[in-house]
């Protein structure tokens, strides 16, 4: 049944991306998603590389751990029919509905200034990793939501070429074209229009993608009810 959840992570994948384009692009190099980036530009920053904020980089890295920790409290002993927790769905609608209000308050008030910027790298870094434990429970690990490195050495350890199988090859290259597409898309809103609106338009996303996540789960409960 895990299978069915597969699409609706990919969309979160897209919005993941998305969000990662937002923070690097309009709050001052940083990812609220990628965490492997952020330790590296930390270390980076404390050598003295200049344009590299260490603080932005430690705000999110602490807060993305911070996310991780309370919703896997949230979802810690679940058992239940369906592969994902009633409590993690929450997670999710909580976190969608804490993207779309920055975004409306960032439309509203403007470009964030340093202290604001801070306040919403934490709490965007909060949300994925808040996401990425909460999505944990449904057990594709090729699916995080949040990162596609071990999705790429999966692809390419598992494949024809490395003398595996070439199992789940499609849905290992399809979380690595959405995270991709998320940034694109992001990227080019954020350079080009404003990054208010790219963070609006991820998190109609990630809308979205919780959403399908909603039905699916509705789904899976009826099937084991019968």
């Known amino acids: 049944m895990t299978k069915t959840y597969e699409v609706p992570l990919l969309v979160l994948t897209v919005a993941t991306g998305a969000i990662d384009g937002v923070s690097f692009l309009a709050l001052d190099r940083v990812f609220t998603g990628n965490m492997t980036g952020n330790v590296l530009f930390i270390g980076f920053g404390l050598a003295g590389v200049s344009g590299l904020p260490v603080l932005n980089n430690l705000v999110a890295l602490l807060s993305f751990m911070l996310g991780a920790v ?6 810690r002993g679940f058992s239940g029919a369906a592969a994902l927790p009633g409590t993690g769905l929450a997670v999710l609608v909580a976190g969608t ?5 920055l975004a409306g308050i960032w439309l509203g008030t403007g470009a964030p ?21 909460a999505v944990r429970h449904i057990g594709i690990r090729d699916l995080s939501t949040v990162v596609v490195t071990m999705t790429m050495v999966n692809l390419a350890a598992d494949s024809r070429l490395a003398g595996g199988t070439g199992a789940a090859w499609a849905r290992r290259l399809s979380a690595i074209v959405a995270m991709g597409l998320g940034a694109l898309v992001a990227a080019i809103l954020t350079l080009r229009v404003d990054g208010a609106v790219a963070l609006l338009v991820a998190g109609v996303v990630m809308a979205v993608g919780t959403a399908m996540l909603v039905v699916v789960r509705r789904r899976e409960l009826t099937a084991a009810a019968r």
Not at 70 to 75: F, P, V
Not at 97 to 101: F, I, P, Q, W
Request: proline share 0%; net charge positive.
């Open 70 to 75: 309370l919703a896997a409290r949230l979802t």
């Open 97 to 101: 509905v804490l993207t779309l209000t």
């Open 113 to 133: 200034g340093e202290r604001t910027m801070l306040v919403v790298t934490g709490l965007l870094a909060l949300v994925l990793g808040a996401q990425a434990a």
